[in-house]
């Protein structure tokens, strides 16, 4: 179980950050997940916009490199996405995923806006 944060309305050129909390997990599994995030923009499909494996490794698509990253804090059991310099291209439902062992799990989704 996820569970999301941070979404919101914010102007061209801002920065958000969301968060997702996998509460009920152990830290042991915590740290060997892989995790990212996606969006979803209203007809459109669901698009990956950062990735993170469990050694650390992230991707980004180009549309978002330079101005995303995906982070965690294992004590928290979250991990973030920081959003900067937003476009209002980047306005969508945003969701986080986790991947462990082959089984895979969704937040809630959280809605960002971003206006002109």
């Known amino acids: 179980r996820l569970v999301e944060s941070g979404g919101g309305l914010v102007q061209a050129g801002g920065s958000l950050r969301l968060a997702c909390k996998a509460p009920?997990?152990?830290?042991?599994?915590?740290?060997?997940?892989?995790m990212a995030w996606y969006r979803q923009a209203p007809g459109k499909d669901r698009e990956l916009v950062a990735h993170r494996t469990s050694d650390s490794n992230t991707n980004y698509p180009d549309s978002v490199k330079g101005r995303f990253a995906i982070f965690k804090d294992n004590p928290k059991r979250t991990f973030y996405l920081q959003m900067n310099s937003l476009k209002p291209e980047d306005t969508a439902v945003y969701y986080c995923?986790?991947?462990?062992?082959?089984?895979?799990?969704w937040g809630q989704g959280t809605q960002v806006t971003v206006s002109s």
């Open positions: 995923n986790t991947v462990f062992r082959g089984q895979t799990s």
């Open positions: 009920t997990a152990i830290l042991s599994t915590f740290t060997s997940m892989d």
